[in-house]
């Protein structure tokens, strides 16, 4: 075997890591050219380890990578960028530490490139690490990205239940149908939680724009909290299960709002 067949480079966000072995981490990346990656981080727990430091959540590193056996071992690791402000505080931390569970559960490991994902990634560690953007904001704009990228994107202009344009009421919202319920739709027993005007605009305005134009208008906080609470339980009932992080984040959200 070459050495070009043997290692690999690749660059990427730490999504996460748990122990391994003695002294050894797991380590799941994603990265800008393959997906998402599980590499075995070797010695890294060793008080002298030089690779430790740019290996920890959220740190976008250079690696250089080796084929093992089953899992491939990281060789070299150099960060590139670490969001100290994601790190320093709790409120940006609970949104970051949300965004990179939902990639995780949202991706398999697949060694395909996936720039787009790894750019929406990135922009929003970049949005979450600057003071001026409004970190709910970034995660509603991540949320709905993502959806869309993992052929989920949640319909808002038309009725699921009957096909019809929906009108400016207050409406519902089905997590099986993954859209909008009108209603009428409600009537016929569509499993479906209530969705008020303000925040289906608020979800449609952010479907439809970029991000710089999206996260202009201010938004009461009530209105941001039932936006923020649908996406999640649609995210959860997508993914047929409770996230983790959104316990954590509910409670610095809680914070948040003494920010506003
Ligand atoms: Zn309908």
New binding site residues.
Partial sequence: MSNLERVYRAEGVVLRRRDFGEADRLTTIYTKNLGKLRLVAKGVRKPRSRKSGHLEPFTRVKLLIARGRNLDIITQAESIETYPNILSDLITLGHASYIVELLDRFSVEEREDNQELYNLLLSSLDRLSSAEEKPWAVTLFFELRLLEFAGYRPEFFE?V????KIEALDQYFSFQLGGV??P??RQSQIDSVSLSLLALKVLRFYQRNRYETAAQPRIESKIADEVGRLMESYLSHILEGRLNSPVFLRRVQRLEKWRV
Avoid: I, L, N
């Fill in positions: 009725c239940h009957c096909a019809e319920v009108c009428r739709g």
